[in-house]
């Protein structure tokens, strides 16, 4: 039977599974809408202030279910405006089908209104991208689409349709999904090498990044910590695979990691490091980092050995899969030794200073991750507050907790947080958030009231870009430039304005008193929090430093 384009596009979302788009009408896609409008009963949608939150919303979404985001924009600026989110998902292997319209061909290359050529434009910051201009190939890319977003190493996949392609007729019959290419087969020589160097060492340490979560390997990384008695460290998109009961989880490592987690690199023989890519915000001076250890690495994409860091041995395959061949050669060992060591490592790490009379970061967290539980799902943007929630936010769970890592894009929170209720409604929902990146993209309070989305955001407002402030204070002789924002902004008038509620807490009473009403609300609350300006997040190594140049106060 024919169809129009749109209800190709419609029809074939729905047989990938489709339940959810994210997206925002406009001239070029006017006939999606259109053909939407017949299936409101079968797809939720979410229209966002902004395209760039509805890619946020759609990225959220995605990390915390482990479905593909989806979301929709016009062509030039609704496309332009979805670059930041599309990065900002790249960046994190998280995947997304972006669906962009264009003006009719025969207007391509003639610079007609609204024309641009987001499919030139995104080519760096996408795992693949089309431009339809046959209906007749309209499905099956679609179909391509998905699969190419989730196969190997999972990233985002644009579709830039032509405005015509939409409105042809073509024949439409249900298919199901294609199959994910085949990952990386790895030999089994390579498997017993591994475990060779795992057997052979006396002082490992595990070194676990966002690569675990997507390859939903926390169960194989626990029993391969449990067997071999290794003890791991984890980056900051790696929280909530490894929990703080898990006793030989160490925590988080790098610039912000704690004390302890980088010295038990620093003095480890063997580093296994499983779907991490070395980033520079954890080795922040590849010649110095485990300078006496060998270091295996466990990766899906083969283009990330031996980029930053040179490394003894590597074996490119699924984290999960290799895992699952790996534990059988492995030997069952008591490292204690080594765990005593470490434990005395641990005595050093720093302990925020805790205070009754005003309001610190941590243990604000510390108190809402408490309250609400082990199914909270906690979201940031990025700042300070990120470094603070990834440091006090106890996830034992995985995807629940989202920031945006890689990129590290103020305003991704409240896109994200949006997309991550839409996706687990039963789920509470924090974001933390600084005064900052809230007004980023601050417009989505009206998603969230529009689609009565209960989100929870809590300002940790101190009247400064607090992380470049931090920098300028600490390696920048205190010379604060453009750094301090003293306005006059009433964040309970603004949530109230946009038809949400809001608190102003001062004090840690007013915060409980203010944190215990928001939850009785229906809809989203803001909770400003008012905190010290010289409040700083530590330990902190500086940028290409080592373990000896750590900051502790």
């Known amino acids: 039977m024919k169809y ?5 596009i419609i029809k074939t979302l729905l047989d990938e599974g489709v339940d959810t788009i994210f997206g925002y009408p406009g001239g070029t896609v006017i006939d999606i809408y259109n053909a939407l409008y017949d299936y409101q009963d079968q797809i939720r949608h979410i229209r966002p202030s902004h395209e760039q939150g509805g890619v946020h919303a759609a990225d959220g979404y995605a990390r915390s279910t482990g479905k593909t985001g989806v979301c929709i924009a016009t062509s030039g600026p609704g496309a332009t405006n979805t670059i930041t989110g599309i990065a900002t998902a790249f960046m994190d292997s998280i995947p997304l089908v972006c669906i962009t319209g264009n003006v009719a ?97 006396k002082k490992p340490i595990i070194y676990a990044g966002g690569g675990v979560n997507s390859a939903n390997a926390s169960t194989e990384l626990r029993e391969l910590m449990n067997k071999a008695d290794i003890p791991a460290v984890n980056t900051i998109m790696t929280i909530g695979v490894l929990g703080p009961l898990d006793q030989l989880n160490l925590g988080m490592v790098g610039m912000h990691g704690k004390n302890s987690s980088n010295f038990a690199i620093e003095n480890s023989d063997l580093v296994i490091a499983l779907g991490t890519r070395f980033s520079d915000r954890v080795a922040l001076n590849t010649k110095h980092f485990a300078p006496d250890a060998k270091i295996v690495q466990v990766d899906i994409d083969a283009s990330e050995m031996n980029k930053n860091v040179i490394v003894d041995y590597a074996v490119v395959g699924d984290v999960k899969e290799v895992l699952t061949e790996l534990l059988p050669l492995i030997d069952a060992k008591k490292r204690q030794a080594w765990l005593e060591q470490i434990a005395e490592l641990q005595k050093d790490d720093y302990q925020a200073p805790c205070c009754e009379e005003q309001i610190k970061p941590h243990q604000l967290i510390s108190y809402v991750v408490n309250e609400l539980g082990e199914d909270l799902i906690v979201v ?40 991550a209720k839409v996706g687990n409604p039963d789920k509470p929902v924090v974001l933390f958030t600084g005064d900052g990146s809230f007004t980023m993209n601050m417009n989505e309070l009206k998603t969230a009231v529009d689609h009565n989305i209960k989100t929870t955001t809590i300002i940790l407002n101190n009247h400064t870009l607090g992380m470049v402030r931090q920098w300028q204070n600490l390696l920048y002789n205190k010379r604060f430039s453009q750094t301090d924002i003293n306005h006059s902004f009433d964040y309970v008038k603004l949530a109230e304005a946009f038809g949400a509620k809001g608190y102003s807490c001062k004090t840690v009473d007013e915060f409980k008193a203010a944190f215990a009403d928001s939850q009785k609300q229906d809809g989203p609350v803001i909770i400003e929090v008012l905190i010290d300006q010289d409040e700083l997040v530590l330990p902190m190594i500086p940028a290409g430093g080592t373990v000896e140049d750590i900051i502790m106060e």
Request: charged share 20%.
């Open 380 to 419: 940031t943007d990025v700042g300070q507050h990120q470094m603070w929630t990834a440091q006090y936010c106890a996830r034992t769970k995985p995807r629940t907790f989202l920031t945006s890592g890689g990129l590290g894009t103020m305003g991704f929170g409240f896109g994200a947080a949006i997309g």
């Open 4 to 8: 129009t384009g749109a209800e190709i």
């Open 105 to 201: 061909s025969h207007l391509i290359g003639k610079d007609a209104f609204q024309e641009i050529d987001i499919y030139g434009v995104t080519m760096s910051v996408t795992k693949h991208n089309f431009m339809v201009s046959d209906v007749a190939e309209l499905q099956n890319t679609i179909r391509k689409a998905f699969s190419i977003a989730n196969s190997g190493r999972k990233a985002p996949v644009l579709i830039d349709i032509q405005k015509d392609v939409m409105q042809s007729m073509y024949n439409y019959k249900s298919k199901p999904s294609l199959p994910l290419s085949e990952t990386p087969r790895f030999e089994q020589s390579g498997i017993k090498k591994l475990s060779e160097y795992i057997n052979n060492a």
